[in-house]
């Protein structure tokens, strides 16, 4: 009971934090190009199991016979919001990627 009252907690104390940064860029994306905020996507999880992915858009909306395409170098559909919020995105990698050498690193010396 105790660790449920913590893990609610925790959560209405995030919410309260991050929700006012969450609708900033809501709004931001929303006035940055017409179309949703929210990019939806179902992606294969655990065990096989899907599962619906929210992200904020960081590209413009496709409309009719572009829709289905996919080219991985074409950057001209990244609005200015999703530039900055890919940005951030790389950054995050990049400190992930340079945790999992050091890891890798780390075990990997026979002690």
Known sequence: M?????????AVLGMVVLGPV?????????LDSPGPALFRQVRVGRGGVDFILFKFRTMTVREGSERGRFDAGDTSRVTRIGRFLREKQEY???VSRDQNSYQFFMTSLPL
């Open 22 to 30: 969450l609708a900033l860029i809501a709004l931001l994306v929303r």
């Open 2 to 10: 105790l660790k449920r009252a913590f893990d609610l907690a925790a």
């Open 92 to 94: 995050d990698r990049d």
